[in-house]
């Protein structure tokens, strides 16, 4: 043992005293405090590694291939041994080397590293492949006799230097002797990381494949947001800029830019809103035909309902952008020019544009409909950002998701079916036959209000609580199930 | 005790070598990694339940009526016994079963639960009555020689399963046995849930209502704002619409929409804005007058302090609604109708509409006031989030919130004086005698600049200062309390 | 010791059973249980402090001068005694008196201080001069035979009683004995605060002048935005305001309120967004010409390249604000002004205005440009608040910050470039011979892009990759270095 690492010898005290007043959390030992953690390698990650324990009080022994060369990037305050040396000094070993280099070491590290706790870092540069075997398995193979512990691989090592406040803080720790992973852990806490367990070695993989993942909640959501935009916006422009262009030869191609978007990004986030609560309605039917909650929904229906806050915020980006882009129309030169030409024309033939109160109401509704459905969806945006749903209680978290929300989908339905108002009875909004967007954008949140309203209705809703709470439509051999829900 | 409960059982690892490298934090011992825990009932929650723990590394056991009739909702990986089998297995029970079948299970646990910890994690469907006795209460009645553990109440078994990212991660804990609380402490937090230190099982029954908690320190502020929207809006009602149509004849009721609601909606946001910063000042003047920091406010002055924070949320969601509605208005068909109208009167009397600088100046103020106010408000919005607030330092905090927020005070009563202008002085902005709203909207604002002057005198500051870093003026009897101050 | 102050006596049971089932992650003795923290001072801090303490269930004895004269603040579960009496009861001391009276516990702590833990909680009035010594430092030399820890001085007395919702919740420790730590952490941990390990003593000094540290990450990126600000607004007033009034003794001082400000930030926003994006680029082209990564770069840069979130925060500030007022600009009475004007010009002349597609195109594309830049930048903004990073994997953050900005760079330099259009080619723009401030503003970000094409060619790419992976370049001696990377 290096007895040169021993962390603030506190000689003055007589140490029988204080370990006394040990405290319920935790029941220290004396010896614990000298405590070594060794690093083998001395690349970008060992050394940042090595600092962050450093700074939280853990003595570090660098093991190198070549200790005399030492690289001057090494903390100072660090002693560098060769690796052999340094992994004999500690109980804890973290191994910086990448995966090729790994075996390599075999021969240094067997005779020393038995019974101990080998930690490894590592990551795969690609998406390992479907049946590869995770890098933890080969190192027990080549380390039969050590507690293998798969940690820290998610961190990287400029978040470790620059600081870790702008950077991921979670470390999956996953380990087949508990308390090897438990002591890992730890070390992590201590490092002002934020430790989760992660059971068993059986769990490496999935740790490797973490670093790869790329928004896998937001796969399906994204995709069916773009292909929206996308259909959306080619409807727009069969409808308005072609129907233009063939039937009177007019070049309308400039609204491709502001009108169009204006038109595509709003009936999708009408739709993606009405995506959010219309499987929850359609699992509150699935419910009550079934008599029970303690079946498992359809497997498209589970993901459907998992992707819902997803399917939200992409609502709230499509909101978002539809509202500035509206409120930046009077900014346009089409604009100015259509009211000159319309101002003018008035003048010339002496004649004014009236408007009836009926007119003022159905505009004035329109944009306050709008105006309060998009600012209930900033506040589900708001409320869906992690420390804010960390504060809500249960029944808070429903009120503001549920209740708002099917609030502020009735909100942009009114918003919309105000905006097109009578217009949908006129044939010349029907180009080739083909209505505005607005029309089929508004399928969807119909149904879904529709389906809702009866779920409303006194009885169905106090047999839906009922069924929520746990209870089961009395059938024989369910009896147990009721007893114990 | 089931030996096959062992977890992960390493052997090919002498034990002792790893017990020597323990770490200061924690101090295992080799059998502990043994444990196992017994969740009685096989609903909805002890499945999700016993789910989360077996993912985190914890061994379970279920306990059932009827043990050969398992669920398939329940783990492969859990062993199903008789409710008494399971029970005498462990030494940590989890009771998740309703309320009502609890005192059915009292023959079957009693001669098994002594010395054990039982978990109680039920809650009640309503709101516990005022003098009801909380369930822990009944539990140790039952099972006198148990440790009751009241926690998980607030934790929904859907969120148990469904991950718990997007959910409260909160676990208060009350027990009265110390060790007890803190092994299900540790057990919250193994599952990777945040564990919160309730004290005794005296605060059992305020865990209970927890979960029926609905925004409690919302309740005052949420009145305050509604109260004051409906007054204004009544007020706008009767100063505009109502006096058109008795006075003039004319329908203004479209003005119902968007118009008067833009003057009710900025009003309260201006008050509510003076309400946030009124209690420090008045605060203040108490502490000048008493001569110290050390005395008690009156409870309606503390109360007040304490529902700044959700004041000026308020505040920030109707100066918002008001910034959305201000920049739609030239969407407004009745604005397009009104400039229109202007023209047209202007080119039949050959005449043109005149400004002076002051004009411009007057409204392009009043305009950037408004921004730059509600800039401000915005960033305080954003610095109210819990993680923003908990990487604030106390006096980052401070000038955001006190000297920021008093410069937003200032910019947004600014705005308001200049919109009005000298029409506060022109009689026909009287209606039936009634000023318009934005003038008795501006007496709070204006009262609470005025009594926060006087506070920024250097005598009257300075002493303030002293004050309130606990020094009291020198009185006899209390120069004891400014030495420990 | 005070036997009075053992927490829930649970007497009925046999503790012997429960201390069977100790978990892994602690092992708590049964003794611990009576743990007994003293506070000495009976100030506001001492008196919320012992409350917190007491509402997380561990016991509390006051140390006061004068016992009998107890003060009404305090909670009344807490016993009070003398100070000596209050020490000598307990393992763990908090001394909550103000520095300069420290000095007068000498002699009655000194007899019963020793081998105790001694927590100073003491903050500095004012910010600490360079070579001043800490606190601890002192206390040490008073009690030479006592663990002295450094904590708690950042929480302040008000966060401990209104609660810790709203408050920073980080606790940094220091101290030389290890044991003594992580006792001090554990409490924190107990009281619901956040401790973090900060090492031995040597850091107390840091922790004091920690509560006087205002925004340090700020202080650059703020300087250059203010002084931005003030440069860019001063050239417009330069080239615009005082150009007419000496060329044409037109007074158009009004537009120092909306026009101008309008011009400056979002020049400044455009230049800020650049300053993130350009630094990376920079240390791109060092990395390619040194051939590794393992070299430190100049110490302008590495200080650059870590305000890049505050430069991308106050960017997102000045977008803010210039969309704001950009959608306000319709409610402007000049603007309603300048097109009564121009309309009744145009009837006058009986000519219409007219615009081309090209026109249009130009202007929506300006339009929709911006939009979509300033929705990225939204983006941007959320994505750095600390709970949503923590939730992201490296490889998203990467993504967003990374891949995204780049994005809303591209878009806002072209929403530039097409706001100015053509005009830069006309002599009018020039006055005095003094371009439009969005042309030199136009510098920075078009030197930024064009020094990132070349970086996106393959093959500089591909060894910028390998580069970042931390394969370096073969050259003699540093084999070693690759080897352990």
């Known amino acids: 043992m290096l007895q040169s690492f021993k962390i603030v010898a506190d000689d003055k005290v007589d140490d029988r005293e204080i370990n006394r007043c040990s405290f319920p959390f935790l029941n ?11 690093i083998v390698g001395t690349g970008d990650f060992g050394c ?30 660090a002693q560098v041994l060769s690796v052999k040396q340094a992994v004999a ?3 804890i070993v973290v191994l910086a080397v990448r995966q090729q280099h790994q075996a390599a070491l075999e021969g240094e590290l067997s005779s020393v590293i038995n019974g101990k706790i080998l930690v490894d870092v590592s990551n795969t540069d690609k998406r390992p492949a479907q049946n590869s075997i995770p890098n933890t398995s080969e190192l027990q193979m080549l380390f039969p006799q050590t507690h293998i512990v798969k940690a820290f691989n998610m961190i990287s090592a400029w978040s470790l230097q620059a600081g870790l406040d702008d950077a991921c803080k ?15 852990m730890e070390l992590a806490w201590i490092m002002g990381l934020e430790a989760i367990d992660k059971g068993s070695l059986a769990n490496a993989k999935e740790l490797e494949e973490y670093t790869h993942q790329f928004f896998p909640q937001w796969r399906i959501p994204m995709r069916v947001t773009l292909g929206l935009l996308f259909v ?15 039937k009177h030869g007019s070049d309308r191609s400039f609204r491709l830019a502001i009108s169009l978007p204006n038109k595509a990004i709003p009936s999708v986030a009408l739709v993606l809103l009405s995506l959010v609560y219309l499987p929850g309605t359609l699992a509150a039917y699935i419910q009550l035909h079934r008599g029970t909650k303690y079946s498992t929904f359809p497997l498209w229906l589970n993901n459907w309902l998992l992707v819902r806050k997803q399917l939200g915020l992409a609502m709230f980006g499509c909101a978002g952008v539809h509202v500035l882009i509206s409120l930046a129309l009077p900014l346009r030169v089409y604009v100015y020019w259509k009211w000159v030409l319309s101002i003018k024309h008035q003048i010339d033939k002496n004649w004014t544009i009236t408007f009836t109160n009926i007119d003022f109401w159905q505009r004035d509704l329109y944009l306050i409909f709008g105006i309060l459905g998009f600012s209930i969806v900033v506040l589900l945006a708001i409320t869906s950002l992690p420390s804010v749903v960390n504060s809500l209680s249960w029944k808070e978290f429903h009120f503001v998701q549920s209740k708002l929300g099917w609030l502020s989908l009735l909100l942009c339905t009114a918003h919309t079916i105000c905006y097109g108002g009578s217009r949908f009875l006129r044939s010349e909004s029907y180009h080739w036959g083909i209505p505005p967007l607005y029309i089929p954008a508004l399928m969807l949140p119909c149904t879904t209000i529709f389906l809702k309203l009866p779920l409303l209705l006194p009885f ?15 059938r024989p051999g369910v009896e147990i199930e009721m007893f114990y829900a």
């Open 28 to 38: 220290m030992n004396k010896e614990v405090a000298t405590q070594v953690v060794c």
């Open 48 to 77: 940042s590694f090595g600092k962050r324990l450093l700074r939280s009080g853990v003595a570090v022994v660098f093991g190198s291939r070549n200790p005399r060369q030492i690289s001057n990037r090494l903390p100072e305050e």
């Open 89 to 91: 000094a500690c109980d």
């Open 170 to 184: 979670k470390v999956f720790v996953c380990a087949d002797n508990v308390n090897a992973r438990r002591k890992v």
């Open 232 to 246: 959306f916006y080619i409807y727009t422009i069969i409808q308005d800029v072609l129907f233009s262009y063939f």
């Open 460 to 474: 169905l809703n106090r047999e839906l609580q009922m069924i929520r709470q746990g209870q089961t439509r009395s």
